[in-house]
């Protein structure tokens, strides 16, 4: 990381750490071993330079934070020794708004939330959609019924912004009734479109829609929760990632699937009704 930016998250996080100590600064210098002037050196972004190594290990151990957290090196906050687990698995159990994805949504709030899809978005889904991959994937209907619903709500507050990033082929495929949506019947496949062209236009423009030709690009399923966690679905668990340098290249890497979009956000919801009103009998 750039010296200026490490200064920069550090003196983000030891304001923080300051606001949540309810101490004034010089109770606050005290506390961790400097004298007040030299903390409202650190506070003012006067200089790039770091405290020395044993005033960060100071602020750390009094707050109980880690040093990566402290440095910006990690979104974890948590102390380096304590153990944590690297995979969160997601039972399923209860409505969605109990669940660990409602929780990560709604902690970030305010910041982008970059999704890439394992089918069809979970939000974009009718209810006869969500019955039959209810059915062949043996999960609860209850609960995805709740975890559509709550992403709908989530996504119609003004201060969402969520970008989806998918392969146009998934789409193609749902349409002709293909693959795994073989036995779902064409007319509810084509009132899913029509459904998913629907929404699209009504969150736009905080929830928007980028396909790209998945025969050039390749992604597993995951979402990036703002800058705070990037979290990989892999079946019923989630690898959860909180490193910062690791949620920035995760995040590159989402940004350049936007770059190869050849259906951006604004023509999404046309390309979902063009399929809709396809006869693919002709085509």
């Known amino acids: 990381m750039d010296k200026r930016n490490l200064s920069s998250v550090f003196r983000d996080r030891l304001k923080l750490l300051l606001q949540r100590s309810d101490q004034n600064q010089s109770a606050f210098a005290a506390a961790v071993g400097i004298d007040r002037s030299a903390l409202s050196q650190l506070l003012s972004g006067a200089s790039t330079r770091l405290p020395r190594a044993e005033t960060l290990l100071n602020i750390a151990a009094e707050h109980k934070v880690s040093l990566d957290w402290l440095l910006g090196l990690s979104q974890d906050e948590g102390l380096t020794g304590e153990i944590r687990r690297s995979v969160e698995i997601e039972e399923g159990d209860g409505a969605f708004g109990r669940t660990l994805l ?40 209850e609960q995805q019924a709740d975890e559509t619903q709550y992403r709908i709500d989530y996504n119609r507050r003004p201060e969402t912004d969520m970008e989806v990033c998918m392969p146009r082929h998934t789409l193609d495929v749902f349409a002709r009734g293909l693959g795994v949506w073989s036995g779902f019947p064409e007319h509810e496949r084509r009132a899913q479109l029509s459904h998913m062209a629907n929404l699209l236009d009504d969150l736009y423009p905080t929830f928007r829609l980028f396909l790209y030709d998945g025969r050039l690009r390749y992604s597993v399923p995951y979402t990036i ?48 009704r063009a399929l809709a009103d396809m006869d693919f009998d002709a085509a």
Request: no cysteine; net charge neutral; proline share 3%.
């Open 102 to 141: 409602a929780r990560w949504h709604a902690e970030a709030v305010g910041t982008k939330i970059r999704y890439v899809p394992a089918g069809i978005p979970d939000l974009l889904r009718t209810q006869a959609l969500v019955d039959y991959e209810a059915d062949i994937s043996n999960r609860s209907r």
């Open 225 to 272: 929760f703002g800058p705070y966690r990037a979290a990989i679905y892999a079946g019923d668990m989630y690898l959860v990632l909180n490193a910062t340098e690791t949620i920035r290249t995760l995040t590159k890497h989402f940004d350049n699937l936007i770059r190869a979009a050849d259906v951006n956000a604004h023509e999404a919801a046309a390309h979902a």
